[in-house]
Each structure stands twice: as structure tokens, then as C-alpha cells.
């Protein structure tokens, strides 16, 4: 099976994530997907592939060569499976097209270049799909080729990443690579080693509800507290107003009544000290509200997702090193950037697991937008079978 047919059948899958069922995997169809890929990864040879009641995938490509003074290091693979809330992941339509230009949503370097694309009415799941596609791709050309020696890799998959639960039941031990990397980035040649310090936020407000013509001094009208509460908080550091190093604090959700309303934030900053400062200020809005409003008019629930992994990565630099003498080899320039996001491998790297992130290769990530240039996913595929060819 070509990369391409390979990463269209992974597609067909629905694996939409959903933080609202308290279950792992979160959505049914990630287990489903999750059961096709644990047979596919028998079936071209990989070993000791498990896959647990929470959806995990682990399988090993067994070493064929060793160093001259024992065995080389055990590198990983990993990648999620489930795609992001943010736009439809089902029924996806999908056409490979040669690309002439003109299309707003398609950077104009692709032109010439074969693109997967959609019907614009649903997402296509590259993020992370075709990470996924990459990975079992080089092992089975790994093991279709055995004068190619390598050393012992692992591969991990992983449900829920889209929701901040990628790693919540990753075992690390079990897992037992000296290190690894993800294949969740986006575009070719993209090398990460930094990401977001990372907040959920909910923010619940509690109003009283009166008959219109008789609230006054009575009603207290919670969505209009809410929104109180949104526009203190500065404009110009949101999502759409940031750029590389800067955080944001982003309202993703927000339902409300006359009684009721919640606000849903996400909280995003590389700095450390920032990215708690910045919590301290979504504390300190809450404190305003409920000094002028009475207490307990807003609850505030603040939990970390993850940190920014620069900081157990830079001890062991070797490993994006390693990365991007591999891209250069392959014929790729490096491209070496923070994450204005996260993935499993931010908390994989705290939890023992050094985890750099490579280029997936997709664009328009989360968008019904969402496309991805063919040779891009070649690329990628390309990368890592020359980092397996490098480790010492």
C-alpha cells in the first residue's frame, strides 16, 4: 500500500475527540481506528504490538544491528489518532488535485505540487493522521528492506491528544525508548522543541433571574457579568493578535442563561513566569466580580495541561540534532520553531520521555481548509527512516 492510499483509508475513520464524555478514548471511533491499526501493524511485521482498554497503541520494529559495544538506543514514533472537535471529522470527502493557484486558503509555494484536499465541509485529519501514515510506512519499508540496519524502534499512538488527554495513560516505562519524537507538526521541515505552558480555564457565573418588568436592583444577569469579565481582559493578546513567542488568553466556549453562564478559556505562554501571571490575572478578575457583585457571584477553575518542554529537551539537545541532520540529509532546510500549541510529546518529555516534534507535513490544521501537499508527506516518511539510519 502506497503513503498516500494509506493515509486516505486512515481518513475514513471518524475519530472526532469529545472532552465532554469522561471516557478513554473519548469517541468511539478512535477505538475502531485504533483496532485497524493494531491488526495493519501484524500484518507487515512489526512485534509485541498491544493495545490497551484506553486505545493505546505500542508496537516494536525489532533491531537487526547492534553497536560494537552492545546495543544502540531505542528511538520511538508517535502520533495521535483522533482528530480535532474544532471542525467535522466525518464522512470525509477527499480528491488529490494538481495545484495551479489562486486558492486563498493554499500557500502559492505549492503550486505544481499534488495536494490532498477536501470539500470544504469538513476537515481532512492530517493533524495527525498523517503522522501516522508516515510512521508505519517507514517500518514497513524497514522491514521490506533488511540490509537497511538499524537499531530497536518503538511506535506509540495515542487517542485524545486534540483534547490535552494524549498522554493522560501513556506508559512511559512500558514504552521503553531512550527517546522519541512526534510526528505531529505541520508544515515540511518543521523541527519544535518548545511549545505553550498551557491552562484550561472555566469561569462560572451565577446570576438571578426576574421578571423584566420588575428586576430592578433585583436582576442580576449573568450573561452580561460574563461579558463584563471578557472585555476586561486585553484585546490585543488573543490567538488572532500573536505571533511567535507571544501568549494569548482565548475564549473558546461560552454558554449562558439569565442564571447561569460559563466561560471556557484556554491559556497559552511560553514563559513560565508569564503563563503563571497569567493565571493570577483570570484569579484576580474572578476576585473584581464577586467584590462587586457579592460573593460566589463567579467561580474560577483553573488546571494545567502542560508545560513547554524546552526545558527537559535542552539536557539532551543530541536528539534534535539528530532530526536535523536527517532533514538535511533527505535534502530538507530545518526549520527550527516554537509550537503556538502542544503535543503529547510536551508531556512525555516531563514525564522521562524526551519527545522533539517533526513535521507532519498537513496545512490548515483544524479548518475545513485543511490540506496536504504529497510530497510533503513523502518527506516526512523520508525523515524518519534516515533517523533510524543515524542512531549510534
Not at 464577586?290 to 483553573?302: K, V
Not at 490548515?364 to 543515524?390: C, G, M, Q, W
Request: charged fraction near 25%.
Amino acid at each position: 500500500m502506497t503513503i498516500v492510499d494509506r493515509f486516505l483509508k486512515y481518513v475514513s475513520f471518524c475519530t472526532t475527540s469529545d472532552e465532554n464524555t469522561n471516557v478513554t478514548p473519548s469517541t468511539p471511533g478512535q477505538m475502531e481506528f485504533a483496532r485497524y491499526l493494531a491488526d495493519e501493524l501484524k500484518q507487515i511485521g512489526l512485534t509485541e504490538v498491544t493495545l490497551d482498554e484506553n486505545g493505546y497503541i505500542m508496537a516494536t520494529l525489532e533491531a537487526n544491528d547492534e553497536c560494537v559495544n552492545g546495543e544502540k538506543p531505542v528511538i520511538g514514533f508517535i502520533a495521535h489518532m483522533d482528530t480535532s472537535p474544532d471542525a467535522s471529522g466525518r464522512d470525509i470527502k477527499t480528491s488529490i488535485i494538481r495545484y495551479e493557484g489562486g486558492d486563498p486558503y493554499i500557500d502559492e509555494r505549492y503550486i505544481g505540487q499534488d495536494l490532498i484536499v477536501t470539500d470544504h465541509t469538513t476537515l481532512l485529519g492530517a493533524d495527525d493522521k498523517a503522522g501516522i501514515a508516515e510512521i508505519v510506512t517507514a517500518m514497513e519499508y524497514l522491514i521490506q528492506h533488511p540490509e537497511i540496519k538499524h537499531g530497536k524502534v518503538r511506535v506509540g499512538f495515542t487517542p485524545d491528544e486534540e483534547i490535552g488527554q494524549g498522554a493522560d495513560h501513556f506508559d512511559v516505562k512500558a514504552f521503553g525508548a531512550d527517546w522519541a519524537y512526534t510526528m505531529d507538526g505541520g508544515t515540511i521541515g518543521e523541527l519544535e522543541y518548545e511549545n505553550f505552558n498551557a491552562a484550561s480555564c472555566k469561569i462560572r457565573v451565577h446570576g438571578t433571574n426576574v421578571h423584566p418588568g420588575a428586576a430592578y436592583h433585583k436582576m442580576q444577569n449573568s450573561m452580561r457579568i460574563a461579558n463584563q469579565l471578557a472585555v476586561m481582559l486585553p484585546r490585543w493578546e488573543t490567538p488572532e493578535h500573536t505571533q511567535g513567542y507571544e501568549g494569548f488568553y482565548h475564549l473558546v466556549g461560552m454558554q449562558g442563561t439569565v442564571e447561569e453562564t460559563t466561560l471556557s478559556y484556554i491559556i497559552r505562554d511560553h514563559d513560565r513566569a508569564r503563563f503563571e501571571s497569567r493565571k493570577r490575572e483570570m484569579e484576580h478578575l474572578v476576585r473584581k466580580l464577586n467584590s462587586e457583585y457579592g460573593e460566589g457571584t463567579a467561580e474560577i477553575e483553573l488546571r494545567d495541561q502542560y508545560y513547554n518542554m524546552r526545558e527537559k529537551i535542552e539536557p539532551v539537545m543530541h536528539v534534535v540534532n539528530l532530526a536535523e541532520e536527517a532533514m538535511k540529509a533527505v535534502g530538507l532546510t530545518p526549520k527550527v520553531k516554537p509550537i503556538r500549541g502542544g503535543t503529547d510529546g510536551a508531556r512525555l518529555s516531563f514525564e522521562g520521555l524526551p519527545c522533539p516534534n517533526i513535521f507532519a507535513g498537513g496545512e490548515n490544521f483544524h479548518s475545513r481548509y485543511e490540506y496536504l501537499p504529497i510530497p510533503s508527506l513523502e518527506a516526512a516518511r523520508d525523515v524518519i527512516l534516515e533517523i533510524i539510519k543515524k542512531v549510534k
